[in-house]
């Protein structure tokens, strides 16, 4: 097997219909194990991100956020560009 059909191999199960439904099995186990934090703490987390106090560091809660959320757009943007 040379190196471009191991390529491909591994290029078909990675994006593939097997990693998908790995994916979304292992988001609906993790789900249940932590008792659907995503939706038992929505209140919370709204509550947290528009808090006005900031750390000892200078950083609130919603800079934080758009900290975060920034940086994952944008290596979401890069790895969609290098992967079309």
Known sequence: MD???????????????????????????????????????????VKNLFATKSSDEGVSSFQGFAMALGGRVGTGNITGVASA
């Open 3 to 45: 190196l471009l059909n191991l390529s491909a191999s591994l290029d078909n199960f990675f994006w593939g219909k097997v990693m998908i439904y790995l994916c979304l099995a292992a988001g609906i186990y993790f789900s249940v194990l932590m008792r659907f934090p995503q939706v038992r703490l929505i209140k919370d987390m």
